[in-house]
């Protein structure tokens, strides 16, 4: 109602807030209608050419994603989708915060999704991505995740995540080697999987 009294005349950006279902605390539900209604309203009261602002993105109580591991992965993964939807800017919440997407604790100091954090941040400043590919899948819960980026240096990479279980992932011919999400640099085997 907002938007249709006129309230868009002085709008630079459009923000919203994401956090996922905690019955269903995974990433990937960035690529489902969390955006696609944000950018029809936008669409619908001629907004498509303002950016889109995550003001407050997580991955909602830390009771709902306790392993280390996993709040690693849902950190690189929501930062990808976030800009793989179109999201120009994203804040993380919180970096200190003791219950809700905490990356930093005054015990125990910064923990491994803070580094995930940081480390995507430095595949991501700089670079231009691709549309993330889901290989076929029509499925975004269960599918095997590419995206290509072009870095700041000019050389190419891809990010890859699989959400359906195991998965054998050959890596195109020109990648040698893979960074995980602690920073630590692998050999690609000979084989390329």
């Known amino acids: 109602s907002y938007f ?17 279902n905690p019955n269903n605390d995974v990433a990937e539900f960035m690529m489902g209608s ?6 029809s309203v936008m669409k619908q009261y001629g907004l498509s050419s303002k950016p889109l602002w995550n003001t407050e993105n997580d991955w909602g109580s830390d009771a709902f994603l306790t392993e280390p ?25 919180a970096w200190d915060n003791n219950g809700t997407g905490t990356l930093f604790s005054p015990t125990t100091g ?3 999704a803070a580094t995930a ?5 430095s595949w991501m400043t700089g ?15 269960q599918a095997l995740y590419t995206c290509n980026l072009t870095l700041s240096t000019g050389n190419q990479a891809q ?12 890596a195109p011919s020109q990648f040698t ?8 640099t692998y050999s690609i085997p000979s084989s390329h999987q």
């Open 4 to 20: 249709a009294a006129g309230g868009t005349t002085d709008i630079d950006a459009v923000g919203m807030h994401s956090s996922p």
């Open 34 to 39: 969390v955006t696609t209604g944000i950018t």
């Open 69 to 93: 591991d996993a709040q690693a992965a849902f950190v690189a993964r929501d930062l990808l989708l976030n800009w793989n939807v179109g999201v120009t800017r994203d804040y993380w919440y």
């Open 110 to 112: 910064i923990v491994e």
């Open 117 to 121: 954090y940081e480390q995507v941040e």
């Open 127 to 141: 670079a231009i991505m691709a549309p993330c590919s889901l290989n076929g899948s029509t499925n975004a819960y």
């Open 159 to 170: 990010a890859v995540w699989n959400t359906a279980g195991s998965l054998t992932y050959t």
């Open 177 to 184: 080697q893979y960074r995980d999400l602690a920073g630590d």
